[in-house]
């Protein structure tokens, strides 16, 4: 009798044992797809910043090409001009426009 009581005794520790680790492995199941939940919502937020990024570009892009383009202009109208008046104004439009390359 003692014997059967430590048979069902050892049953249902082992059976206990089983049902703790099935459970356990559930926890930690669950846990890795909140996981990755979180890491795709994170990945959805980066791509969806994208768009915002490429426009910013875009603009910045188009302020450095005017720039460049404004430099490029004083530039030509200091080497061409001629005079000490026309010299000076060129020079004075050169150096904002350099200015205004250097923030850049």
Do not use: C
Not at 31 to 44: F, G, M, S, T
Not at 84 to 95: C, V
């Amino acid at each position: 009798m003692i014997m059967l009581g430590v048979i069902v005794a050892i049953v249902v520790l082992v059976l206990l044992w089983i049902m703790a680790t099935y459970n356990g492995l559930i926890v930690l199941r669950t846990r890795v797809e909140e996981a990755w939940a979180d890491i795709e919502v994170q990945l959805k937020r980066r791509y969806d910043l994208i768009p915002n990024l490429v426009s910013t570009v875009k603009g910045y892009a188009t302020h450095e090409k005017d720039v460049f383009e404004n430099v490029t202009k004083a530039r030509s109208a200091a080497m061409g001009a001629t005079g000490l008046a026309d010299k000076a104004q060129a020079e004075n439009m050169l150096s904002s426009t350099l200015k205004s390359l250097f923030a850049v």
